[in-house]
């Protein structure tokens, strides 16, 4: 075998040439690495040891692929092999972008690491063509590092080499690494030595209790108003309906709560009412404006139209009737009234009416509803859609809807996270951050999927086309694993709409299946609507009603927007 140094190719090969990143590729054309490993043997080791990486050459190529990805949060990985298993040294290159940047990993499989070949590969790279413009190397090897003169070796390299950042991970780095990805080492050795080994991976929750079978029948067979743990306290709140209407009220709300808690949403809106109702009965208006605020917004949410209609008109009442009784809650039950008329305004016109809402938000008052984030967000992504260009100017609102829900539970992540999202539209930060938190799994998967579709869609019309298929892959990934089947197939779509525009035209039918089967397995979807935009638009237009196929196509299209569904995008375009 000549003398040459493998860690990049020599002059003559092609990746040397002008086009040195030629000899790159995506890491999915590789039949070795493209494949999940198979479950290895148990790696358990006495607590505070660390896991034998002397696992097979193929497997630890594997290995260093998946901390990457899911340990570094690289996407877009390419490849590069060297030299022939079996020699002294042969290696793979990885080399992916992160959210500080690009990074080249360089993975040894050296019979005899020494100093001398980390400064060998550490002076090839920061004197030759850098592959992708990357200034953060890591040198990899299953072996130990621990030695201090490869510590010396690695100080004086960054002493001459300031605008690099360079790493050396050796058994000892990449087992610190493993201590927090229990998925991956879950994936390479067993769920079990996942269990004792990663110490540093977050903390599992609180098993969630298996349901109470006999409890789930009742509530659907009879309703959840009928069973035993409802009816008496709903008869009770009839009861006290006219003599007590407060007390009724109290009863109403508290009934409503475990019905919203177990997900029976449309009744607990029934209940609603029944407590809007019984606070007007007990004049105490301001609380029942309140209550037909939230029950607006949530009509909204929901693309309830005349549910919406309704609470308007009964705002508007209540607004009339505290002026006539001089009652102190007359300010406050006409601020509700204003907001919900002006987001009735977005909503409900066919040319989308913003400048009400964002002249009521931004004319704040000392107290201010909880649900002023979500009419932020109402406004933010309908300008997304139809002003992106005005983004910048709701920056205040945008920023005082985040501030505000900062300061909340597990119950407003949905909705910061889309505040989030839109303010990554024009902010280079905020954009960076939510990859960085994506990549580096500190969001649930949920909230993650959301993060890379939408980055995905930003790719797209920035052209870069390999780069968003890459985010939609990771998203449609994090979907399955959270259940969200129908946003995975519309995510598989997306990716065969980028393939029939920019190529490769191969089996252009492949995610159509994928997306077929997806759909078949039972769904869940990061939009709850009470119809399905899509089909309503459609139906609409179908029997000749342009006004309702217009404003449901509005609705489509800023939900695909919002979703990074590209493929509905396009679609929604024809019919808004």
């Known amino acids: 075998m000549p003398d040459t140094d493998p860690i990049l190719p020599p002059a003559s090969s092609p990746a040397s040439t002008d086009e040195p990143d030629a000899a790159w590729q995506d890491y999915l054309q590789d039949p070795v690495l493209k494949t999940s490993p198979e479950t290895g043997s148990p790696g358990n080791v006495p607590p505070g040891e660390d896991l034998n990486l002397h696992i097979g050459w193929d497997r630890f190529e594997k290995l260093m692929l998946a901390v990457c990805r899911n340990g570094l949060g690289l996407h877009r990985v390419r490849f590069r092999r060297y030299g022939v298993q079996g020699q002294p040294q042969h290696g793979i290159d990885l080399a992916g972008r992160g959210p500080d940047g690009n990074t080249v990993v360089q993975c040894k499989d050296y019979q005899h690491f020494t100093p001398a070949v980390l400064r060998a590969a550490v002076e090839k790279f920061a004197t030759g063509r850098r592959p ?36 050396l991970w050796g058994s000892e780095q990449i087992n610190q690494r493993l201590r927090s990805l229990g998925n991956v080492v879950a994936q390479f050795w067993t769920r079990e030595t996942a269990e004792s080994f990663c110490t540093d991976a977050p903390l599992a929750g609180v098993p969630v209790p298996l349901p109470d079978r006999l409890e789930q ?7 959840p108003l009928n069973t035993s743990a409802v009816a008496p306290l709903l ?5 006290q309906r006219a003599a007590a209407p407060e007390v009724s009220a109290r009863l109403y709300a508290d009934l409503a709560g475990q019905l919203e808690a177990a997900d029976f949403i449309g009744h607990a809106t029934v209940l609603r009412h029944k407590q809007l109702d019984a ?22 949410h929901v693309g309830e139209g005349n549910e919406l209609q309704a609470l308007v008109g009964q705002l508007e009442r209540m607004t009339t ?16 009234a204003d907001l919900v008329r002006a987001a009735r305004g977005v909503v409900a016109h066919p040319l989308g009416q913003r400048d009400e809402l964002r002249a009521v938000l931004e004319n704040a008052t000392e107290s201010e509803p909880e649900y002023r984030p979500a009419l932020v967000l109402l406004l933010a992504e309908d300008t997304l859609v139809w002003a992106p260009e005005s983004l910048l100017a709701l920056d205040t609102l945008i920023r005082g ?38 990549r580096r799994h500190q969001v649930p998967g949920r909230l993650a999927a959301w993060v890379n579709a939408r980055e995905a869609r930003r790719c797209l019309w920035e052209s870069i086309a390999d780069e968003a298929v890459d985010h939609w892959r990771d998203a449609v990934q994090n979907a399955i694993h959270e259940g969200l089947a129908e946003d995975a197939a519309d995510w598989l779509y997306a990716i065969r709409a980028v393939n029939t525009f920019f190529g490769p035209w191969g089996d252009l039918d492949d995610e159509h299946r994928l997306a077929q089967a997806l759909r078949g397995t039972g769904t869940d979807r990061l939009l709850v609507r009470a119809r399905k935009p899509r089909e309503h638009a459609l139906s609409a237009k179908e029997n000749a009603q342009p006004i309702e196929a217009v404003l449901a196509g509005r609705r489509w299209l800023v939900d695909a927007t919002v979703t990074g569904d590209w493929g509905g995008e396009l679609e929604a375009l024809g019919v808004s």
């Not at 009737?321 to 300010?331: I, M, T």
């Not at 505000?404 to 990554?424: F, H, K, N, P």
């Open 235 to 239: 008869r009770k709140a009839e009861e």
């Open 217 to 223: 029948a009742e509530k659907i067979l009879i309703g």
């Open 321 to 336: 009737e505290a002026k006539k009784a001089g009652s102190e809650a007359a300010p406050s039950v006409r601020r509700h």
């Open 401 to 438: 809807a985040i501030a505000q829900l900062r300061t909340r539970g597990s119950e407003a992540q949905d909705t910061l996270m889309r505040l989030r999202l839109v303010r990554a539209e024009y902010d280079p930060d905020e954009r960076t951050e939510l990859q960085r938190l994506a």
């Open 279 to 300: 606070l007007k009965a007990a004049h105490l208006l301001d609380e029942a404006a309140d209550v037909a605020a939230q029950l607006a917004v949530n009509a909204i």
């Open 132 to 167: 992708f413009g990357a200034r953060h190397l890591i040198v990899a090897t299953s072996g130990s590092t621990e030695p201090t003169q490869f510590t010396d070796e690695l100080d004086a390299l960054e002493n001459e080499h300031p605008d690099l950042d360079l790493e």
